[in-house]
């Protein structure tokens, strides 16, 4: 239905380019809209993320440069994704509790494994924060329903959308600030216990959902959404000190 509003709103009359195009790739869009829609609140509409997707893959028709090396379906999916994000980062629906208990489980992680020397356990966590096992798991839920992680933002080296770009679009230091935080957040990643870095690739390399992933690790769907919590909670407790100036001196 939004698909097809679009098409009326945007393109006019059929046959026009702009409605062969959206025709063509609806049904990308509509995938990756319900592929983000999955790790969001309730409260975000698919229809609202399909059309910011729409506008992003009319802008990709506009920006593509054929001579950059990538397939403009390529191109246009990080448009299309990039696109969704930023309407949903437009908007903050969590409330302060959710940001304010996310950096309380960010700080208790971070002086456990300062302490211990080790990956801290959702256990030892909790109980740093004296709150049950239910209760930290359900905020580290909250907390990660509340924002899109990072990797669905960075993409990986080969699907910046800039390197498909004219020049010009984009400077030289915002390449390195993201090359940097890329290199950073890989080495981040390579950190965490071997169970959470299993689910993060099943999840976002993979693009599995959490019950498949279940069914790979031999564990429930909550389960596997706790553990990807835990990990996104990790990472940001390591890299809360990231800057470009560290890693580029």
């Known amino acids: 239905m939004v698909v097809s509003d679009c098409l009326n709103a945007y393109s ?48 990709a028709s506009r920006n593509y440069d054929a001579g950059k090396g990538a397939s403009f379906e390529t191109y246009a999916g990080i448009r299309i994704r990039g696109a969704m994000i930023d309407e949903v980062r437009r908007g903050d629906w969590a409330p302060r509790s959710v940001h304010r208990n996310s950096r309380r489980v960010q700080e208790a992680m971070a002086r456990l494994e300062k302490r211990l020397g080790r990956d801290a356990s959702d256990q030892e966590v909790a109980a740093e924060m004296g709150v049950s096992l239910d209760e930290y798991h359900a905020i580290t839920q909250d907390s990660l329903s509340s924002r899109l992680f990072s990797i669905d933002e960075l993409g990986g080296e080969d699907e910046n959308p800039d390197d498909f770009l004219p020049s010009g679009e984009s400077s030289p230091a915002d390449g390195v600030q993201r090359a940097a935080l890329r290199q950073q957040l890989a080495a981040a990643i390579a950190t965490l216990p071997e169970r959470e870095r299993l689910v993060l690739a099943l999840y976002y390399d993979e693009e599995l959902n ?40």
């Open 12 to 59: 006019g009359a059929r046959g026009n380019p702009q409605t062969a195009l959206l025709e063509r790739y609806a049904p990308l869009v509509k995938r990756i809209a319900h592929h983000l829609l999955a790790r969001l609140p309730s409260s975000v509409q698919v229809d609202d993320l399909v059309q910011a997707g729409v506008i992003g893959l009319l802008e």
């Open 210 to 249: 959490l019950k498949e992933i279940g069914l790979v690790l031999g564990v429930s769907e909550s389960r596997v959404s706790q553990i990807h919590s835990q990990a996104a909670q990790r990472l940001r407790a390591r890299l809360k000190d990231w800057s470009a100036a560290d890693l580029t001196g």
